[in-house]
């Protein structure tokens, strides 16, 4: 999930090494164009043996670089002019070679010397590895990548999967999706840096026989989306998700539960180590008393099952009433079908927490866009309709500035 241009006014400098990856890098110029940025590449020597400079001049519409000694840059300084335009270097694919040049200080050929001398206080140098599973588990690579983080770089990956040399294991550059996501998330401002927050997402499944439930439309999206920006933000997030069919979003912690009951049970504990509880997940208010350990089946009477209900633990309103030291700040979401800020508003005080996001329930879920009203004690806010992503980030800047 992604808005649709995260990386307009970013200019990045995309450096190819040597690797079977490199096929891949040509996708993530076209992915980090279509998300508005502007992309200069530089390659190794090595690098043009697996692609050619044409075929990324061509997707990036931007002559490539492969020489320092390249006229084109004033003065025949490509290794300071490429550095002084860009927000990143982003390494991708970065071979055990050239993390070995990194980690040692050494400049062979333009892509090493331009990392060497970028302004380290305002470019970022990320590093995506590409190579063998024993080339990356060597003790060697490991303490090159170590120093490499050492001297700030951030490493994306790598992937674990099946690599080209028919081997199977860690290694394997990140798909040219993941590494853009990670990218977006490095240059979104670190807000929540050094807090906890707790989301709960998707609906809840309340078994009434080993084959039929109660359940709701929730999709997950919304809270996967404050997951994701959170993390973005910063954060160590632990997302507790029902039923849904989402992707984990990058360096998230995931726990999956089916019922209100699971989650209750999943939630309480972490309660009271998180700084911030969103409490996203449409989490039945009902469930059987009891479910039937078999099938329930039509027996031809026209008689209709008795079900006995019982009521669901109210999580949100329970982890509201922890005492102060270990009571985080409390979001919570109302999708209403009709009155929706006057329901929204009792919400917040029948729960007892500072914050409440309402929402139109039937005309968001499963939906990619929404708008929201933010509610609390002494304003509300409204926040237009945008993809839930944006309206993900926006949210996360507002209780931000509620922690302070």
Avoid at 50 to 77: K, Y
Wanted: hydrophobic content about 45%.
């Amino acid at each position: 999930m992604a808005s649709s241009k995260d990386l307009v006014g970013r200019h990045l400098v995309l450096g190819l090494t040597g690797g079977i990856a490199c096929y891949k890098s040509a996708e993530l110029v076209r992915e980090l164009v279509r998300q508005g940025a502007t992309v200069q590449v530089v390659m190794t020597e090595a690098a043009q043996q697996f692609i050619t400079p044409v075929t990324l001049q061509a997707l990036s519409g931007r002559p490539v670089f492969t020489s320092q000694w390249d006229e084109r840059a004033p003065a025949s300084m490509a290794h300071i002019d490429l550095s002084r335009q860009a927000d990143a270097i982003l390494v991708a694919p970065a071979s055990a070679d050239f993390i070995a040049q990194l980690a040692q200080g050494r400049s062979g050929e333009l892509l090493s010397l331009l990392c060497l001398a970028r302004p380290r206080e305002r470019c970022a140098l990320w590093v995506a590895p590409a190579m063998n599973r024993e080339m990356w588990s060597h003790p060697a690579t490991q303490r090159n990548v170590a120093q490499v983080v050492a001297d700030g770089a951030l490493v994306m990956g790598p992937g674990h999967g099946d690599q080209a040399c028919g081997e199977t294991g860690d290694g394997r550059m990140l798909e040219p999706e993941q590494i853009c996501e990670q990218v977006i998330a490095a240059l979104q401002p670190k807000v929540l840096m050094g807090r906890r927050v707790l989301v709960t997402a998707g609906p809840t499944f309340e078994a009434i026989d080993p084959v039929r439930g109660i359940t709701n439309l929730s999709s997950g999206k919304m809270g996967f989306a404050i997951a994701r920006a959170a993390a973005e933000a910063g954060a160590q997030v632990t997302l507790v998700a029902g039923p849904v069919h989402q992707l984990t979003p990058h360096g998230v912690q995931r726990i999956n539960v089916q019922s209100a009951l699971q989650m209750h049970a999943a939630v309480m504990p972490l309660a009271c180590t998180h700084d911030v509880f969103v409490a996203t997940a449409a989490v039945a208010d009902w469930r059987p008393a009891a479910a039937a350990t078999q099938k329930i089946k039509k027996d031809g009477s026209g008689q209709v099952p008795q079900i006995s209900m019982t009521e669901n633990p109210d999580i949100l309103a329970e982890v509201a009433r922890l005492p102060a030291p270990q009571r985080p700040y409390c979001v919570g979401f109302a999708a209403e079908s009709q009155d929706v800020t006057r329901l929204a508003r009792e919400k917040r005080l029948r729960k007892g927490i500072p914050m409440i996001v309402a929402n139109h329930g039937p005309s968001t879920f499963g939906q990619d866009d929404n708008a929201l009203w933010v509610v609390e004690e002494s304003q509300e806010t409204e926040v237009p309709r945008a993809d839930k992503l944006t309206l993900a980030r926006a949210l996360v800047q507002l209780v931000s500035r509620r922690l302070t």
